[in-house]
Each structure stands twice: as structure tokens, then as C-alpha cells.
């Protein structure tokens, strides 16, 4: 065998192996990237939405301080009312 017969033999599954590997490193990253992207994408979006929880919270809070103010109202015109009858 010549040394150019050597040298593709041996040198073209040695460089297929190489760029193989750099390949699979390479996709390993991209798959690595991708998800890294999609974690901060939803941490985001659960930053928002504990946001709006909070806010939707607070909102009912101050509807029902403002149902309970109604109620006394409510309670104290029925007094006046059943004074006015008698």
C-alpha cells in the first residue's frame, strides 16, 4: 500500500469520527440553548402571572370591604325604616 492509500483509508473515518463528534457537542449546546431560552421564557411568564394573582387579589379584597361597608348600610337603613314604621 502507497501512503496516499493509507492516508484515505485511515484519514477519512478518523475525520467522519472528529466531525462527529464536534457535531454531536455542537447540537448538545443548541438542545442546551433552546431549553435555557424556553426556562426563562416561562419564569417570565410566571413572574406575570403571580402579578396579576396579586392583583386580582387585592381587588377582591377591597370588593368585599366595599360589599361588607354596603351591608352595614344596608343594616342601618332597615333600622331607620322599622323606626319609621312604629
Known amino acids: 500500500m502507497t501512503t496516499y492509500e493509507w492516508i484515505t483509508t485511515f484519514l ?4 467522519g469520527i472528529v466531525s462527529w463528534l464536534a457535531g454531536a457537542r455542537m447540537r448538545k449546546n443548541s438542545t442546551i440553548n433552546a431549553m435555557q431560552t424556553t ?3 416561562l ?3 410566571n413572574a406575570d402571572l403571580y402579578k396579576k394573582i396579586i392583583d ?3 381587588e ?4 368585599r370591604v366595599s ?3 354596603g351591608n ?4 342601618r337603613l332597615k333600622a ?3 323606626k319609621l314604621k312604629k
Do not use: C, H, K
Open 72 to 75: 352595614i348600610e344596608i343594616e
Open 56 to 58: 386580582l387579589r387585592q
Open 43 to 45: 419564569v417570565e411568564q
Open 80 to 82: 331607620e325604616i322599622e
Open 60 to 63: 377582591n379584597t377591597d370588593l
Open 67 to 69: 360589599i361588607n361597608a
Open 12 to 15: 477519512v473515518p478518523v475525520t
Open 39 to 41: 426556562i426563562d421564557m
